[in-house]
């Protein structure tokens, strides 16, 4: 138990905090029952967490809210990463190819040299996604003014990702709202954490919309800056970032840090991918507008499905019919 005390939100009494972030149990006076207000949650409890489930749990209303990035994942495909991880595996066997001739002419090695191509492209989502766990880090804390974590700030690999970051900041009048923020719609059950919301007055200019509304923003680390896939997307920035954006832009409702609720605000129906690199940055407008958000709406029914009614319509292999012989 801590001594950090709250206002019990039924009785309006000052209470101790529990360490999870609940009002400690506590009776009213004339009351032998205890407070309707105990266990309730305050602070940043009061904050939806997401579990390794894919849902966030509201820990105020009990509501389970499904992950933004779960429904993508599930219901969308991914065409560009399967090309991708042929095109890693390719690499990767050329690069290593004395190896693999070594490895072909005992079975046991061969088989090991078999997996270990198999996981390259395993290996390389999770060498960037440390990158992009660290560059997300590195931006909060600039968007915060809060200090970097040592890990980070004394880091070579990202120093330049942080210079980048700066030139756009600068390059564009920067001015965040609000970063690293849970956001929820109760009304289509499902919640997120956005990147970013931002103003500036030169992207106002160029995307249309008044100065003081909120853009929506995200940041991309994957890629090479202005490379093209096969099917003339930019590398590293896809069509799923303005399908995200689009249900973050949609939540009706987002916490604060110190886990108060509040309304969100309107947000531009045009957001920015910002595709950020160490030799440099390109800012990309991502539609994320009423139409993307429809085709969110498919891509849960699709995940809905996937994750549901597709696991029973295939049934058990039918027994085969015991023959009779004819009667003699």
């Not at 066997?93 to 001739?101: R, T």
């Not at 040299?113 to 989502?125: C, E, I, S, V």
């Amino acid at each position: 138990m801590t001594t950090d005390k709250a206002t019990c939100p039924t009785c309006t009494t000052e209470q101790q905090v529990n360490k999870d972030g609940t009002i400690r149990k506590h009776k009213t006076a004339g009351n032998a029952l205890p407070c309707p207000g105990s266990g309730v949650p305050v602070g940043t409890a009061r904050i939806p967490r997401r579990s390794t489930a894919g849902f966030y749990k509201d820990p105020a209303t009990g509501d389970l809210l499904r992950s933004v990035t779960t429904i993508l994942s599930q219901g969308s495909p991914k065409e560009a990463l399967i090309h991708w991880a042929g095109k890693l595996v390719a690499e990767t066997a050329m690069e290593h190819l004395p190896q693999l001739v070594r490895a072909s002419r005992d079975p046991e090695q061969a088989r090991q040299m078999t997996d270990w191509l198999k996981r390259a492209h395993t290996r390389k989502k999770e060498e960037r996604a440390d990158i992009g766990t660290a560059v997300h880090a590195l931006i909060e804390a600039r968007v915060l003014g809060t200090p970097v974590p040592d890990e980070v700030a004394n880091d070579l690999e990202l120093q330049p990702y942080a210079r980048k970051f700066d030139d756009f900041v600068r390059d564009w009048q920067i001015e965040f709202t609000a970063s690293e923020m849970v956001v929820a719609d109760y009304d289509h059950k499902f919640a997120g954490t956005l990147d970013y919301l931002l103003r500036s007055p030169l992207l106002a200019a160029a995307l249309g919309c008044p100065a003081d509304m909120d853009i929506p923003g995200d940041t991309k680390t994957g890629g090479e800056l202005d490379e093209k896939t096969y099917d003339g997307n930019v590398r590293g920035v896809y069509p799923e970032a303005g399908v995200q954006m689009s249900a973050y832009r949609m939540a009706k409702y987002g916490w604060l840090r110190d886990g108060t609720r509040v309304e969100m605000p309107p947000r531009h129906s045009v957001g920015v991918v910002l595709h950020l690199r160490p030799e440099g940055y390109r800012l990309y407008p991502v539609a994320c507008g009423d139409d993307v958000f429809e085709a969110f709406t498919y891509i849960r029914r699709v995940a809905e499905f996937q994750t549901g009614r597709a696991k029973s319509i295939v049934g058990e292999a039918l027994k085969t019919p015991v023959r009779r012989e004819a009667a003699a």
